[in-house]
């Protein structure tokens, strides 16, 4: 991996804020790689499989850019095979509410289905959680939200509340004070423009849950009335 990134091919040359701040994150998969190290530090081969269009040779690139701009850190450790993480810095976590604020965007103007060339990844949507939710004073706790596959794998997601924010960890290991589980279809209907939650089941603390599934899904709900 070379140690210096190429420099940007196309910047906005202009003194204004906004033009500055698209400088650092307009480029492609800029922000979806933010989005998708919310939960905490991953490895590039973990990147590349969630964010299945990009190339290696995209993703290289564009990990030594955001490392270099202060928006990621990378770790080296000495194993065998070589590993390497990568995390958000304070900088990038402070993006978590601009990627909520374009998400609701998305929800009002630009949502449907899944698209034919599309892949599927519930995950994508989770991860949004900490910038898109504003959970109401009085409601903590964790909810596991449980996707089961095609394969008969479960993937888990882990959604704290705590003092009006939320976190999202990738894991099942911790207690949770509700689990709220489907098959992948069953979470594309919950989290499509018809917001239809009837094949999710909810086992345990359900307004932790209902507060949970407002903030990532109530606004399909929404984009379908704009529609």
Known sequence: MPSTPTPKRHPYAQWAPDARALDLVGDKWTLL?????????????????VLPGISTEQLRSRLNRMV????????????????????????AKELLPVLGALARWGYDWAWSAPRESEAIDIGAILRIAPGLIAAPAGIDGAADFAVQLDDETTKHYMLTVARGSVSISESSQAPADVRVSGTQDDWIDALGPDADRGGLRIEGH??????LLDGVGALAERARRVA
């Open 68 to 91: 270099a701009d202060g928006l990621l850190t990378r770790q080296r450790y000495r194993e065998v095979p070589p590993r390497v993480d990568y995390e958000l810095t304070a900088r």
């Open 206 to 211: 359900e307004k932790l849950a209902e507060v």
């Open 33 to 49: 790689i933010v989005r998708d190290l919310s939960p905490g530090p991953r490895r590039f081969v973990e990147l590349q499989r």
